[in-house]
């Protein structure tokens, strides 16, 4: 391991940013300006490296946080996180891979820049309260009244199961195959009665501008994919820790899918169509706890 602190920590920082922002874009931003902080700072007074990398890129990323979230208020149609590809490290760490799905990042965009520092750092990377205090410019009691807050809040909207890797597999594989044939009762039969798909064009590539559902629309709508994209080529890389799909026309990335699989069945299908959200996933990110 490096004796420099910035570099050591560096993959944790980049995915406490993510976390927080959704963006790997930005995380990147808020990373680079961490590292010329600490470029800054009297190395002889920081007594806990990590603490302090980790107590600055959540400023930096709170600061950008408050920014895009305006920029989002007029994004057209639906906003959803950039999507990594990652590895089997990630997807073996229950937690982490549970943190940054692309469903559990949609629930923490439904709170406040703080609350979702605040359960970010204390749930998914331990940080003490007092600590986080210090991140975020408030009192411990505070922080730990946050907490509580936001907990309840994403309980009650978080996934409520975690499936293996390899029944993902088997699910997305059976999902797939019905699409790529145009088989409506093959989709019918891997979807929920209450799926929902949410869709991310950002005005740059069709997609449905709201959210639909139901068994029925979701199959009839997926199943002229085989009549539009002959021949395409689908794989299903590991994107945010878990079993995804690729869809690559004419070997460029078109669409990323990422899926929430409950009771064998999928019942959320989020398909990123958005070409300035698709460029992480060609190189593997090293995301840390």
Do not use: C
């Amino acid at each position: 391991m490096t004796d420099d602190p910035f570099l050591a920590h560096r993959s944790l920082l980049f995915t406490v940013a993510y976390e927080l922002l959704g963006s790997a874009a930005d995380a990147d931003d808020v990373v680079q300006e961490t590292w010329l902080r600490w470029a800054e700072v009297d190395r002889a007074t920081v007594r806990a490296p990590r603490a302090y990398l980790v107590r600055t890129v959540t400023r930096q990323a709170l600061n950008r946080l408050r920014t895009v979230s305006r920029r989002r208020e007029d994004y057209v149609g639906e906003w959803l996180p950039e999507p990594l590809l990652t590895g089997p490290d990630v997807a073996d760490d229950v937690e982490l891979a549970e943190s940054v799905s692309i469903a559990m990042l949609t629930v923490l965009e439904t709170l406040g820049p703080t609350e979702r520092a605040v359960l970010v750092l204390h749930e998914v990377f331990d940080v003490p309260y007092d600590e986080i205090a210090e991140a975020v410019g408030r009192s411990t009691a505070a922080v730990r009244q946050i907490a509580h807050r936001a907990r309840e809040h994403v309980a009650a909207r978080r996934p409520r199961t975690t499936v293996s890797r390899s029944e993902q597999q088997r699910v997305v594989d059976r999902f797939l195959a019905a699409v790529t044939a145009g088989d409506v009762q093959g989709l019918l039969d891997v979807l929920a009665p209450d799926v929902v798909v949410v869709a991310d064009g950002g005005g740059l590539a069709p997609a449905a501008r709201r959210p639909f559902a139901g068994r029925e629309r979701v199959a009839n709508a997926l199943a002229h994919f085989a009549e539009l994209a002959p021949g395409v080529h689908v794989v299903t890389p590991l994107v945010n820790g878990a079993v995804g799909a690729r869809i690559d026309p004419g070997g460029q990335s078109d669409t990323a899918i990422t899926f929430l699989v409950e009771d064998g069945r999928i019942s959320r299908l989020y398909a990123v169509r958005n070409p300035q959200k698709l460029g992480r996933l060609d190189t593997v990110a090293e995301l840390r706890r």
